[in-house]
């Protein structure tokens, strides 16, 4: 699949289901339309890796979207990761919150990197966005 320009750098840094879910969805939106995208996952927001299911607030929100319809975490990361979202585990997160690499889900490919790796990884013409 060729990717086109544009896409998203997105840099979830909050813990709760919400923020978590909204990121997955954004960038699973813009690798279908095939536009590339970034997950940084710093601080809090590192706990979507954990699990299944992931160490998030507000958990029960998860039940009621699929429910409702609504795409549900465990299918919005699968689509990420068959789809090709890049993701990036904060290495300056995982030291401050003592959270140990191997406690990080195994079917989700990632690299532990910096802010500079995410900045490097934001393309011209990409936006950057924060949740």
Wanted: proline share 5%; aromatic share 6%; hydrophobic share 45%.
């Amino acid at each position: 699949m060729k990717i086109s320009e544009g896409g998203l750098s997105i840099i979830l840094r909050a813990g709760d289901y919400e923020s978590a879910h909204y990121a997955l969805a954004l960038a699973a939106a813009a690798l279908a339309v095939n536009k590339p995208a970034v997950l940084f996952l710093t601080m809090a927001g590192i706990r979507a890796l954990t699990g299944p299911p992931p160490a998030l607030g507000n958990w029960d929100r998860d039940a009621q979207n699929r429910d409702r319809g609504v795409g549900d975490f465990e299918t919005l990361l699968s689509a990420c990761v068959e789809l090709g979202c890049r993701f990036i585990v904060c290495e300056m997160g995982l030291r401050s919150l003592d959270i140990d690499r191997t406690s990080l889900r195994t079917d989700v490919p990632f690299t532990i990197a910096g802010i500079v790796t995410l900045l490097e990884e934001t393309k011209p013409g990409m936006h950057l966005v924060t949740l």
